[in-house]
């Protein structure tokens, strides 16, 4: 895996890390706990509805982009694609309108439910012009228009929110009107991709075929999340919704590192599957797993240990006390799933067993809404928390054993050790030395924490570092010490 494609998606990761916490540092103030707990429970279901009608073919245009362009047929597949993007966004469009005609909604949850629609079928485009540069391992593009669409999203919510009073709807409403922004971008490129290609039926019943299945693994999940609030909503009430979510979009940070990690070394592992076989794959797995696991582990259990001092900073008042008791088991739960999804999900995708890996997500789904059931009305977001955590943790341990009978994907225990290791000693420092809960405290303590992490990884030689800085040294050394010899001889 080359550092340059990791340094590329750098600024997309940084940008969706701070506008992730921003977006929860600003929302909790000026929405009530209420309005936050509704535009919480629509974001998830959107996300549900958005991964059950698009992602299929937003999928397809990553997994068919190299196979497309082996037969000289990219104008082909983008053909298809901007046909599906019409057709699929019409509909979308037109149900939305339909129902809302007819259903005499309030205003406020009509606003949120049209604004929300239309930024979804404009992420949907988007989507698909970002999975094929990154098909294309067109990453610098791939970073700056994505970083794009999320900074203007998040500014235009944040302007409609205090300025236009747009309430639970401004965020979805600015999102619109970042896709919006990016589409004019993107919709001139995809038409001069397409060409004189033409539109397929064969060819969309082949990538509805694969991601479909792979859609619906997901919006099982998104579902089983969207589900689990409303079962958290009901039995507990709006407010510890409003905390569930804050707790949820923190722990997101992780999943943010998930999603650059895998964009850049998934390419890689599709390419080797096609082109050498599966030991190749595994070959090229082997790096992410270890990069995802060095960077994900730590920054989990640190989340955890300072979820208090983080919630503080982040969350308003009413809700500060509740997130920052659920934060630690969603830390846990973002762990869990992020392996699931970005790692061991790559062998039933690669051998296109994509329904089999639906069908394996309902158990630790029926088992996360149980539990939810169940715990949420006694202990409120924690109780929903728990849960997650629980159901994340099942669906990677069955998505990591049976995948393994498809395409056996490493698990380098020795690595993991070491990881392991170096994170203990972490937790230990930050545990011995805690910071004040406030910003600069808190400050102090990821500092103190990052730090005893990368000399603990030093001394063990996680992912090679310490031989890397001794070779880097040597070879300053060599380089210097021709100019200190011309030097003393002169």
């Known amino acids: 895996m080359r550092t340059a494609r990791i340094l590329s998606l750098a600024p997309l990761q940084i940008a969706q890390a701070l506008i992730g916490f921003g977006a929860i540092a600003t929302f909790t103030r000026l929405m009530s706990a209420e309005e936050f707990g509704r535009y919480a429970l629509a974001l998830s279901i959107s996300m549900a509805a958005h991964t059950l009608t698009f992602t299929w073919a937003e999928a397809a245009a990553f997994r068919f982009f190299a196979p497309a362009r082996a037969e000289n047929r990219l104008a082909d597949h983008f053909a298809t694609l901007l046909a599906l993007a019409l057709t699929l966004g019409l509909a979308v469009v037109a149900i939305t309108a339909g129902a809302l ?191 995802l696991a060095a960077i994900t582990i730590p920054a989990s259990v640190g989340l955890a240990l300072l979820a208090q001092p983080v919630a503080t900073l982040m969350v308003g008042e009413a809700l500060r006390r509740e997130t920052a008791a659920a934060l630690p088991w969603l830390a846990i739960a973002g762990l869990m799933s992020g392996f699931a999804l970005y790692y061991w999900s790559e062998a039933f995708q690669l051998t296109r067993k994509t329904g089999q890996r639906a069908l394996l997500m309902l158990a630790p789904g029926a088992a996360q809404l149980a539990l939810t059931a169940w ?77 005893a992490y990368a000399a603990a990884a030093v001394a063990l030689n996680v992912m090679n570092i310490r031989d890397l800085v001794l070779g880097a040294y040597r070879a300053a050394q060599r380089r210097f010490q021709p100019l200190s010899s011309a030097a003393n001889a002169e």
Not at 243 to 251: D, I, K, N, P
Not at 394 to 413: D, F, K, Y
Not at 423 to 438: E, N, R, W
Request: hydrophobic share 60%; glycine share 12%; no cysteine.
């Open 101 to 291: 005609a007819f259903a005499g909604l309030q205003d406020d949850i009509a606003a949120l439910s049209a604004f929300a629609a239309g930024a979804v079928v404009l992420r949907f485009v988007t989507r698909l012009a970002r999975e094929s540069d990154r098909a294309a391992l067109a990453f610098s593009r791939y970073a700056v228009l994505e970083t794009t669409y999320i900074i203007a999203g998040f500014a235009a919510g944040v302007a409609l929110l205090t300025i236009f009073d747009f309430g639970p709807a401004a965020p979805f409403a600015g999102l619109l009107a970042g896709g919006l922004l990016v589409a004019v971008v993107d919709l001139p490129r995809l038409l001069r991709n397409a060409g004189s290609g033409k539109v397929s039926l064969v060819r969309a019943r082949s990538y509805a075929g694969y991601g479909t299945p792979l859609a619906l693994a997901l919006a099982v999940d998104l579902g089983v999340q969207a589900i689990a609030r409303l079962l958290l909503a009901g039995e507990a009430g709006a407010a510890p919704l409003g905390a569930y979510a804050a707790a949820f979009g923190l722990a997101r940070a992780l999943d943010i590192v998930f999603m650059g990690v895998s964009a850049a070394f998934a390419p890689l592992v599709f390419a080797a599957y096609e082109e050498k076989g599966t030991r190749a794959a595994a070959d090229a797995a082997r790096g992410g797993f270890v990069l």
């Open 375 to 451: 715990l949420s009305s006694t202990y409120g977001a924690v109780g929903a928390a728990m849960a997650a955590a629980t159901g994340a943790t099942l669906g990677a341990m069955l998505l990591a054993l049976v995948g393994r009978r498809l395409l056996p994907l490493p698990l380098p225990a020795g690595e993991l050790a070491r990881i392991g290791a170096a994170t203990a000693l972490m937790a230990a420092v930050v545990i011995a030395f805690p910071g004040a809960h406030t910003t600069l405290g808190l400050l102090q303590s990821v500092a103190t924490g990052a730090a």
